[in-house]
């Protein structure tokens, strides 16, 4: 057991707004254990760039975690050099390269298509009707699962996600993880077949054509899709609330002046889709003298090290203008987000341009309060909006 020292928390409330706690643990405790966690959170920016890179210590392989036994292991799972192997093979699907000459293209269409829908209502829950089927299709894409529709992707996801959040668990929820991993693995075994005869740029093709055993490339799918779905939808979603909740802000990225690249990134900052990343210490060490010991669970709280006070002034302030350069919204080291360039360009140079182009008047509803909640994944949880027909 680490000789961090204990900080409670209300659970309740630090799912509402976990800002105000670490911000104080950021001051009196920036390392510490928390019991209603089950583990130690690390809280300063500092150290969690120089920890998350330090994998002999701060490990990903965690055998007994719920990730392994849910969803099978997967390279976010691994260290070393078994994880660099495996980043190497899906690199084709994921490259800059790809997502520039591939995936905008796709991104694109589908969100188009799904414009085209949307304009004639004047209405609508964003989050639900926007979000979440651009950022499912563009995620059908990547993985190669094009036959199935955006709400089984978002379900599976989702199902997914409960799963490895049951710490208590929880029968129903764990029925639930189990039914998308088989939804999951029933449509790679239809596609597979397709993808064989017509390979193309996508997750499971580029693994297929590599040769990475199929027990691996099942599980790395899962993870795209656990790691993919919710984290685009939170951030056009949220992206989208805070640009109508600063018109002045909002302005400066119509006009050109500021791009909507710099809003993405500041919003991802500011309200991190990924607020977290659990490490299992695999031996002893110390940092600001908290020892560690082997088996200990860490947090590295990504949401808090995204306004801490040493990079960022004013933290707790969403500003376009700002250098959110140093943000570490996609992580800090041998993990970083296998993503963060098909998203970059999905929400960038796709989702919210395309949805201030043609949703005319884009307003907030105004009657219905927007929610936002989480900590481990934090968004908003409903967007009622309104644009003229
Ligand atoms: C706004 C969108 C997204 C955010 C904020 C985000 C954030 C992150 C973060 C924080 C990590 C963990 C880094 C760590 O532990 O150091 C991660 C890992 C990962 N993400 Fe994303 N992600 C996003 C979208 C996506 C998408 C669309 C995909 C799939 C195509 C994806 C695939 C992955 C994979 C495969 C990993 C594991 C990488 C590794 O372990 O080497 N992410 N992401």
């Given at each position: 057991m680490s000789t961090a020292p204990h900080f409670d928390i209300d659970l309740a409330a630090f799912w509402h707004d976990p800002y105000p706690v670490l911000t104080q643990l950021r001051v009196e405790a920036p390392i510490a254990y928390v019991p209603q966690l089950g583990g130690v959170v690390m809280t300063r920016r500092d150290d969690i760039a120089v920890s998350e890179k330090q994998i002999e210590v701060f490990?990903?392989?965690?055998?007994?975690?719920l990730m392994n036994k849910l969803m099978g292991h997967n390279l976010m799972r691994k260290d070393g050099e078994d994880h660099q192997a495996e980043r190497k093979v899906i690199f084709p699907a994921v490259s800059p390269r790809t997502v520039k000459g591939t995936w905008r293209e796709k991104f694109q269409e589908h969100t188009d298509r799904i414009l085209d829908a949307l304009v004639p209502k004047g209405g609508g829950d964003l989050s639900d009707v926007y979000a979440r089927p651009v950022s499912g299709e563009a995620l059908k894409e990547i993985t190669g699962?094009?036959?199935?529709?955006y709400l089984q992707i978002d379900s599976f996801s989702q199902g997914m996600i409960d799963g490895i959040a049951n710490y208590a668990g929880d029968a129903e929820i764990e029925a639930r993880c189990h039914a998308a991993t088989a939804g999951i693995d029933a449509a790679i075994d239809d596609m597979l077949p397709v993808l064989r005869a017509h390979p193309n740029q996508s997750l499971l093709s580029v693994m297929v054509e590599a040769g990475l055993d199929m027990e691996s490339a099942r599980a790395n799918v899962k993870l795209a899709i656990s790691g993919g779905q919710n984290e685009p939808r939170d951030a056009i979603a949220g992206a989208i609330w805070a640009l109508l909740n600063h018109p002045d802000q909002l302005e400066l990225v119509l006009s050109g002046k500021v791009s909507w690249l710099r809003a993405f990134e500041e919003y991802a900052r500011w309200i991190s889709p990924i607020g977290m990343s659990p490490r299992r210490v695999a031996q002893h060490h110390v940092i600001r003298n908290v020892e560690f010991h082997p088996e200990d669970k860490v947090f590295f709280m990504f949401g808090s090290a995204n306004r801490d006070e040493d990079y960022f002034a004013d933290g707790h302030v969403f500003d376009v203008t700002r250098d959110a350069s140093k943000s570490i919204a996609f992580g800090a080291g041998p993990h970083f987000c296998a993503g963060a360039a098909a998203s970059r360009s999905l929400i960038a140079d796709v989702a919210l341009p395309a949805a201030f182009e043609r949703l005319k008047g884009l307003r907030l509803e105004g009657r219905d309060e927007v929610k936002v909640g989480g900590w481990a994944f934090r968004g908003v949880l409903n967007l009622p909006c309104e644009w003229d027909k």
């Open positions: 490990s990903s392989h965690q055998p007994e975690g699962l094009t036959n199935i529709t």
